[in-house]
């Protein structure tokens, strides 16, 4: 089914709902991508996400995915914060983790427009996504005109940085592709130079394996790779750097959703941190991002980067 007449009931929905930016992209092979993942893949990029391993045809092809599949509705929900943790000293958590864990909230708000496009339209078709299956996110994103990649592989909007979650809406629904957008990193290596761990190995390539997020909450072994002791940069859960460094995050606005933020992780001092127990653990951090690292991993990571441990 056509729906173009219908694009702006949704986009005006989409805002509505909280999304600040909503593209439409042709669902189909994603051709260019295939050698960039297949040589990521096949030099061990992702360390031991061997989940990214999986579903290679459906990663690249939605159809493969949902069958039927048009179109790919790509939004963007913003979470970036101008708030930082009180004690400066205190191990550092990623924004987007400063309050309760985006797939509850996004999947909400997307599960809210895709009832509206079939309350609207009537029989549509399609599956809901945020960061939960083999869909390539940034990739569609950058298809339906959201913005570019990065040099850090992080998707960029010239009026809003990068600080926001990605999801989409794969349907049967025909839409005229929105156009996409022209690469605007220039010669700017900040992001590059910056990395604690020299995770971008060279523009647009990001090494997984040496990945701060990765370490902190990817990785599942009981002790963390030597080789990066003292270059974690204090960070506990996640990391900032090279969007915080990134030229293009001056654009950035606070976000306005209560439910990312939680003044009692953000009050936490290093000695709260260290000290941290299993009960406080589960009470301060319920529908937190930072379950995902369960407590013994996040014991483990704060042990890690304290100064005080050999």
Sequence with gaps: MNADKHKQAILTKAYELGFFYCGFSKAGFLED???????????NRNGKMAYMENHF???????KLVPGAKSVISLLFNYATHTTQTDTTAPKVSKY??????????KERLSALFSFIRETIGNVEGRAFVDSAPVMDKAWAKKSGLG????????????EG????IAELITDLEFEQDAPMKDYCGTCTKCIDDCPTDAIIEPYVVDGSKCISYLTIELKDEILPSEFKGKMDNWAFGCDVCQDVCPWNRFSKQHQEER???????DFTKEDWLDLNEETFRELLKRSPLKRTKYKGLKRNLNFIDSRSK
């Design 97 to 106: 983790a400063f309050g309760e864990d985006y797939h509850f909230l996004v």
């Design 162 to 165: 990068s600080f926001f979650f």
């Design 260 to 266: 990312l933020s939680n003044p009692k992780l953000l």
């Design 57 to 63: 045809d459906k990663r690249l092809d939605p159809t």
């Design 33 to 43: 991508e295939v050698p960039r993942l297949e040589n990521w893949l096949n030099n």
């Design 148 to 159: 570019w990649i990065g040099k850090n592989s992080n998707l960029i909007h010239p009026k």
